[in-house]
């Protein structure tokens, strides 16, 4: 079993950044591809960016390329987004996810743990 908790959420100026942290805790982590995804108000719940289990490949939604970066420290089964040059649409609860599958994976439907997300608020 895996437990994933999310923090670093809140409101931000338009432009500002912020860093979303999700720790993982149970099966190890580490050994795991991550993502994470987010559902903006009235949305569905989309992907955001990926990373494998060994940090070096890494995958982004168009929208967020070029101002978001994922990473992760394996020493302490923690994943992070750094959100830089933020915008109003960028506004959503973030959720960090595991998957079990092999290779990163972009589909809501490949993950198989998830934390219980942390909102993010952009004002304009």
């Not at 990373?51 to 070096?56: D, E």
């Not at 915008?87 to 959720?95: I, L, M, R």
């Amino acid at each position: 079993q895996v437990q994933l908790v999310e923090s670093g959420g809140g409101l931000v100026q338009a432009g500002g950044s912020l860093r979303l942290s999700c720790a993982g805790s149970g099966r190890t982590v580490s050994s795991l591809p991550m993502g994470w995804f987010r559902q903006g108000p009235g949305k569905e719940l989309e992907f955001v960016a990926t990373i494998g289990s060994r940090g070096v490949s890494t995958r982004y939604v168009d929208s967020v390329k070029g101002r978001f970066t994922v990473s992760r420290d394996n020493a302490k089964n923690t994943v992070y987004l750094q959100m830089n040059s933020l915008k109003p649409e960028d506004t959503a609860v973030y959720y960090c996810a595991a998957t079990t599958r092999v290779g990163i994976r972009v589909g809501v439907y490949e993950y198989d743990y998830w934390g219980q997300g942390t909102q993010v608020t952009v004002s304009s």
